[in-house]
């Protein structure tokens, strides 16, 4: 029986091969000619997923590459996948919002991922214009966008002082922790703060755990709603998140240090008719927001300005320079213009620490702009080639192969500080507005990207400014991907951190 058992199983196994071989040549490659190139696969329907979910950034440039870095077609899992990455192709995308939509897209991430209910989806879609424009409005508006800045500095300031507490009671006056969780207790902490108040913090002391074991542990299988008992602990951590919210949402009238904009919100949607269970899941959708890239970010950041030699003591001169230290010393004051000073200099007085920024974001970001062909497109853009894109497909921009371009971006696999520094600066002079799209575009550009940046480049010129620290396990590769829940998983980076003598 065992014997025929094997015999089975290798006659199987070769009929597989044999299959799989001769597909290899007679499935996918074919489009029409006005479709971009389709790359061949070798399963029928599910075509390069599995490649795809495996490492996707990866799958994009390998792609890229065998298809001489023109526009092409995947198959994934039984849809048309249109990659677009010159930057005229991608203005073209952005620009057309009749045929090309995100709906679908956007319910599907709402559902799976933050949990809403689906009536609470569609309703939410029929009344974005108006919650959208508040977050505009407080994201984008200068003077609102400043109000959430200087309460941001305030609680990053107070995270500051409790790991300068840890670090006097420490025995040798040293700690080791792990960077990304470093940054997930200073920046998160004091982001949550600012957007939903100490309050909502103190009494839910586990939110930033519990965001790190949804993204970490459950990020794919919410994604494609796996079974609650394969996956208990993300199901329970975003379950707790949603109550935490909501909790807010039905307190609200207790809970004055909630920030303003959240406020608004609250009391818009809450006029709509939506739920405190609704609200929880729209809240969590804002942690993502404004959490699973910047915090990324500021991490990569801090890391590679660690490792480049030199580059911390070119990092805290240009802080010197631009007034640093009295600005830090002005904003110890209570009153609420205290933190002007420090505002004033972030980022516009910090043209290296922006360069960094945009150069961990370019070499980091793994985001991909997604758009539902709803109808038969024609998408004119490089060299007035028209492409012509049926309905059901999918268009993609994947943003690494835009900022893995070596055209756009020579040496793109080398970490340049001084990439998108002005030459007068002694920078190299890239534009980081033509050739990065971290933030994607259009309709769907994040309202967030203005206080992204201020959120990283506040923390990590902090940090620096702040301590002396040190990578303990130097051997350990800096990761190439900047998501979340991939970097949540790596080893990690070990930190040994001292509080700096700034008088020496």
Known sequence: MDLITSTHLYIAGGIVLLYATL??????????????????????????????????????????????????????????????????????????????????????????????????????????????????????????????????????????????????????????????KTVVDLQGKATGATLWGETTMKLNPGLMDDLTVMVRDGFWPLLFNAPRWMFPKPYAARQRLHEAFADMITNIDDRPDMSVYVQERTRYLTSQGMSAQCQGADNLRTMFASLLNSMPTGYLALVHILTEPGLVDDVRAELENAGWADAVAASADSRDDALEPLIAIIPDKLPLMRSIWYETLRIHNNSLTVREVIAPTELSGKSGRTWRLEKGGVVSIPCGLMHYNEKLH???????????????????????????????????????????????????????????????????????????????????????????????
């Open 23 to 180: 597909l290899r040549f007679t499935v996918g490659g074919k489009s029409s000619k006005d479709e971009p190139n389709q790359i061949p696969h070798w399963i029928p329907v599910i075509g390069h997923a599995f490649r795809f979910a495996l490492n996707k950034r990866e799958f994009f440039l390998w792609a890229d590459r065998i298809n001489a870095k023109k526009p092409f077609t995947v198959l994934l899992g039984g849809r048309k996948h249109y990659i677009f990455s010159d930057p005229a192709d991608c203005a073209a995308i952005h620009k057309n919002g009749k045929s090309l939509h995100i709906r679908g897209f956007v319910r599907f991430i709402y559902l799976y991922i933050w949990g809403f209910l689906p009536e609470d989806a569609d309703r939410m879609w029929e009344i974005k214009q108006e919650w959208h424009r508040i977050d505009l409005d407080w994201l984008l508006d200068p003077a609102k966008n400043r109000v959430i800045t200087q309460t941001y500095l305030r609680h990053l300031e107070g995270q500051f002082k409790d790991l300068d507490n840890a670090l006097e009671q420490s025995e040798k006056g040293v700690l080791r922790q792990a960077g990304l």
């Open 410 to 504: 020579p040496d793109p696999d080398g970490f340049h500080p001084g990439r998108f520094m002005e030459k007068t600066l002694g920078g190299e002079g890239e534009s980081a507005s033509r050739t990065l799209k971290p933030f994607g575009g259009g309709s769907t550009h994040c309202p967030g990207r203005v206080f992204a940046e201020k959120q990283m480049i506040g923390l990590v010129a902090g940090m620096i400014w702040r301590y002396d620290m040190t990578i303990v396990n130097k051997k350990q590769k800096i990761p190439k991907v900047g998501e979340f829940d991939n970097l949540a998983k790596q080893p990690a980076i070990w930190l040994d951190v001292r509080t700096r003598d700034l008088a020496a």
